[in-house]
């Protein structure tokens, strides 16, 4: 494996004041692979499966390769802005091809690296995702429905979202090798089909599996005649280099998906500058299981719970953290069937060494704080970056002492259970829950949890981006109607989605207005007849793929 | 005029530790005129045609009764939310209603605070302005279309814009007593459309007129069964507090248009909390003449620059500060005719007494840089607020050594004329524009000038939100077409527009997803058919005013 590591970049550059050392792997900048100076930081990723450095040296970059960058990217901003709807969609499905040939490799890689399974997550959904959303922002690109062009015949002016001319900034977080990648998920897919350059920000938790999918990205660009700085890509920088790039204004947005403390902190160096900057930075999604849906099936939603709550060891931003329900009938059946599952599962492990100390800190700073424990998985047998998964109790009163306390994020297979009284006491925890990605609903099958679940859904639905009915809230589909976001600091911007398209392709367009302009300067697709025959445009009020009518010309 | 004042608050409250003083003017808080208390700090509005101090006294407002909006709004945002798109237009249309009848009041009032003409400007353009935008907007709540639903029937996902749950600040400038006021403008119509309260906060410019205009609103809310604190009103507070406000969590989002220094500290505020903000923060407007154009119609162009300039006392943010052109045939008669129309300008007076002294400063500091005056308006003969007229002029060469001193932007009539030596020389200085509202391009009708607009546009269009050909930017239609904003500082975001219905609407929305939920649960915008005729909704890919298809369902 490592032989093949140090075999792929396929043009290592030594350009001055650059050495390509042993295990110094180089960056993506401009079009080639330049190894970092000599005497840069390097870190080195870890395998979660037995908790060894492997072996690959990644640079941390001076801000010198991050202005390097910038200025490389902002050179081709312009032409990437310019750049023809077909040949950005050929890019994309170009790349999703060249994931497609190289899948068990990609697979392995990120395996390695995350010490998720190979098949079952990564050839089996994680690649499958990623292809989808590649393609399906191909196929936005070419039918042009982001711009969502307004047209106003009687006034003369024409409306549109248009490329920023600037590069965007895509930092992906660490749980998705693949569908978040800064250079391959869903905000990179949504960056290149709107025309814009992308300087990634390899996670270092999976570096390896990001500079293989960089070099497929930078051969499909090649290929497919885009200009040398479409793609980009670097591993890692100092914070304050980082926060130097985040409000440099050259950078036309900000693509975030992560955990909240570097998310504030980015999203204040980019609201310096007034940078769009989007995030994606989870919370507890909270579950409701109302007393009837309690009493009705406490098994079946249990096992759904179980399910939810261990899936991708937890490691998931609509990880149902924080479930609420009355001490009613069914509670106990309910917590029979989670203690079962939680107390005999084998956790695999977690994605870096961190990870599963800050569980159990999490964990003990719930117990310290009044929780106690329903379940803990068994301790780990084996070196790696294993957790304990956990569930843990609190009753109402406790809870709504301190709900901020009880509501931090525990990333990984743990979550709090919150028993209130009765549904008066239930609906006193709704008033105080914080922003979250989803919120799910429980409620009998039968109607008689009709009255409360109004109550609780009037209090819930505002702090939500996603609101679910008996259903866990860990799958996001990827659809035009997805909302994968929330009110702030779950989400960025309440108004946007990261996931969804052409929703999440909105994020980087600049409304333009074209006011009396002739008509044969107009882009295409505000021309009376566009070349685009699947483009929507609302004109004078009705969404038409037609033309211009004739006798308004 | 003053009786008028003075018996206009309907209901005065004395409350507990408020009192009312004579010139002391209420506050609108909760659905009732309250005093503020006797040891707040009050400020008075000026006659700008004459300087004098007017009579009334108006509270600058402490914490308390800031937080006293706040408690108010956000208690019945939850209730707005909920509230029937027919009771929100029927709001605003008696809203609209009791301004046409108040019409000639409302104009004097407005005329004595601004110096601006009754009839010309207020009761010819601006009220009805206000009242399209009113109406527009009570239509856009009846029609629904700016939530946008989209439903995808395969992945049983529905996801739509909806109310923030949470109170609006708007803030409204200087120059607008009516369209952009904080409580009867364009984002006043914009929040009360999508179910917000709305904290406003008046101009201490015109808070005479905007206390009448706040009477009209909360008559009409009551009668249309509003809850209480729909409109709230406070006239001023200090900076301090002004900021606290703004990164209150209570509140949902801020609508504020006026000056960049302000702009950016309240940016800052709700930046710190996450809360969506958008600013309209205006920049110079360049409008490029390229010598063509500059041959062909000298007299005309210049005909055209010098009524935009000098409209409303040059007082808008769309107003042309910067014009850039070649130093080519035509131009002798281009500044000929700049010269005869400004150095005969009598003009109006300005909105406050300190914008003619910031004018002059600025006028100033560009001699001080290098530009030279092509012409000044008369010396005032008047007491009162009144400026000279300037245009100013500077070669690009000049210009080019410090591009953002001479970008800074002018408020009132005046404007800078920067004279390139040829087209390579004026392509240079389109490398150099900061973020503006608009671009204007005036090229040849023979096409000789097609090769060099394209080259200038390219570098015009990604820094304005609308773009202009043979025409000058202060006209800005009430369309949904418009796109009134840009890039920061020019606006807050880029995607988004003040002016321009639904999609200024959008702005107050978040987007939410509801993923399986019940179908009898389902908001009336998402059910299978939905109850509103006109609502266009994006149902599997295909915009259509059609129910959710039977076999899909």
């Not at 350009?15 to 970092?36: C, F, K, R």
């Not at 006034?155 to 749980?175: C, D, F, S, W, Y």
């Not at 570097?262 to 310096?272: E, L, Q, S, W, Y």
């Not at 009284?421 to 105080?432: G, S």
Request: net charge negative; proline share 8%; glycine share 8%.
């Amino acid at each position: 494996m490592s032989a093949l590591l140090f075999a792929r970049p396929p043009r290592i550059v030594v350009a001055s004041g650059y050495l390509v050392g042993m295990g110094n792997q180089p960056l993506l900048i401009d079009g080639e692979w330049i190894a970092a100076s000599a005497d840069a930081d390097f870190f080195n990723a870890s395998a979660p499966a037995t908790g060894e450095s492997l072996p690959e040296q990644f640079p941390v970059s001076p801000w010198s390769q991050l202005d390097h960058l910038l200025t490389s990217a902002a050179r081709d901003a312009r032409e990437l802005a310019q750049t023809s709807p077909v040949q950005l969609a050929s890019f994309l499905e170009a790349y999703a091809d060249a994931i497609v040939t190289h899948t068990d490799e990609l697979a392995t890689l990120a395996s390695r690296e995350s010490g998720l399974p190979a098949d079952a997550r990564f050839v089996q959904v994680e690649i499958p995702r990623t292809l989808k959303q590649l393609r399906d922002a191909a196929a936005c690109a070419r039918d042009q429905n982001w711009r969502q062009p307004v047209i106003d015949t009687t006034a003369n002016l024409r409306t549109q979202l248009e490329p920023l001319a600037k590069p965007i900034l895509v930092m992906g977080p660490n749980n998705f090798p693949f569908a978040y990648n800064g250079i391959a998920g869903g905000d990179f897919a949504a960056a290149i089909a709107t025309g814009h350059a992308v300087i990634a920000k390899a996670h270092p938790a999976h570096p390896g599996t990001t500079q293989r999918l960089a070099e497929l990205a930078h051969e499909a660009a090649t290929t497919t005649g885009l200009p040398s700085a479409t793609v980009q890509l670097f591993y890692h920088c100092s914070n304050e280099d980082g926060l130097r790039l985040a409000s440099d204004p050259r950078l036309g947005a900000i693509g975030f998906t992560g955990g909240e403390k570097a998310g504030r902190a980015i999203k204040a160096a980019a609201d310096a500058t007034g940078t769009p900057a989007y995030f994606e930075m989870s919370g507890v999604n909270p579950v409701g299981i109302l007393p009837g849906a309690l009493r009705e099936r406490p098994t079946e939603i249990a096992r759904a719970f179980c399910e939810s709550s261990l899936l991708g060891v937890g490691q998931f931003c609509t990880n149902p953290g924080l479930v609420l329900t009355t001490d009613s009938a069914g509670l106990d059946r309910y917590l029979e069937r989670v203690r079962a599952t939680f107390a005999e599962h084998t956790s695999g492990p977690m994605l870096t060494a961190a990870l599963p100390r800050e569980l159990d800190d999490a964990v003990q700073g719930l117990l310290d704080a009044g929780a106690t424990l329903v379940a803990r998985g068994p301790a780990p047998s084996a070196d790696g970056f294993y957790p304990r998964p956990a569930v843990l109790r609190v009753d109402a009163r406790t809870y709504l002492a301190d709900p901020a306390r009880f509501q931090r994020e525990m990333f990984g297979p743990a979550s709090l259970l919150v028993v209130a009284r009765d549904a008066d006491e239930l609906r006193t925890v709704y008033e105080h829950l914080d922003a979250s990605l989803t919120g799910s609903l429980y409620s009998a099958a039968d109607g008689n949890d009709d009255a409360l679940y109004d109550e609780l859904v009037a209090r819930l639905a505002p702090r939500v981006g996603r609101l679910l009915n008996d259903k866990m809230p860990t799958g996001v589909a990827v659809s035009p109607a997805m909302m994968h976001g929330g009110p702030f600091p779950a989400g960025g911007h309440p108004g946007f989605t990261a996931v969804g398209m052409p929703a999440s392709l909105r994020r980087f367009g600049a409304l333009r207005c074209y006011d009396h302009v002739r008509p044969h300067r107009l882009p295409p697709t505000l021309q009376d007849r566009s070349p685009f025959p699947a483009l929507w445009r609302c004109i004078d009020g009705t969404w038409t793929l037609g033309p211009v009518p004739a006798n308004d010309r």
